[in-house]
């Protein structure tokens, strides 16, 4: 698992009109080639009557899974430019179909390029990036009255909180780097004057969006 890397920050379409034709970018997280392929059909199921449906994907921690397509356009004019865009923007396990309705102007070899570019281009924009981190959950179960001031030294400390559980004790699920797990455990415990239960959860992947 990559300790972090970039991603759409949701799945979502966007449209542009250049010159009269409709140019709609569907984008997914996709895990594996299959569930590409299976977004990638389902869109032009939806959009049959369109005229073309161009895709590109980039899937994996290396980016070994990557594939366009140029669905009846000119070779290189749409797939690849789409591609392009994903890797210039370092993005990862992500898919994205352009549906296009021919408006009746042909736009030539460049701009076909240009056009399919700033389709998914203008997208990502308007749906947002997010940088994935890979965290560890650490829980740490301390009375009630030292809630108020774990929050504010966790804020201090710029540790994310996944949730607070209340019962008996209350309990912090903290968002806390792989390699820092040690370091922040003998930390909490020592704020709480070694009161706290100190417990090492699930690893997953916090998310924080990116300006574009």
């Known amino acids: ?6 991603t759409v920050k949701t799945n979502g379409s966007h449209e542009i009109i250049i010159q009269k034709s409709r140019f709609i970018t ?37 980016d070994q899974f990557q594939k366009a397509n140029d669905d009846g356009e000119p070779s290189g004019t749409a797939g690849v430019p789409m591609l392009e865009v994903l890797k210039k923007r370092q993005l990862k396990n992500v898919t994205v179909v352009v549906t296009r309705y021919f408006g009746g102007t042909k736009l030539g070899a460049g701009g076909l390029v240009r056009a399919y570019g700033s389709a998914v281009s203008e997208t990502l924009n308007t749906i947002g990036i997010v ?13 009630y009255p030292l809630l108020p001031i774990l ?16 019962s008996e004790n209350v309990s912090l699920s903290i968002y806390v780097k792989h390699s820092e797990v040690s370091e922040i455990s003998d930390w909490l415990i020592n704020v709480t004057n070694g009161t706290a239960n100190i417990t090492i959860g699930d690893v997953l992947y916090q998310e924080h969006v990116v300006p574009c």
Not at 1 to 6: G, I, R, V
Not at 156 to 162: E, M, N
Request: contains cysteine; aromatic residues 6%; charged residues 25%.
């Open 26 to 62: 569907h984008v997914k997280r996709t895990v594996d080639e299959a569930d590409a392929q299976h977004f990638i059909q389902s869109i032009k199921k939806a959009h049959y009557q369109a005229s073309h449906n161009c895709s590109a994907y980039l899937i994996g921690d290396r």
């Open 1 to 6: 698992m990559l300790d972090t890397y970039l």
């Open 151 to 166: 929050e504010n030294l966790l804020q201090k400390k710029a540790l994310g909180i996944q949730k607070i559980d209340y």
């Open 131 to 143: 940088r994935c981190e890979l965290m560890t959950i650490v829980t740490c179960a301390v009375a």
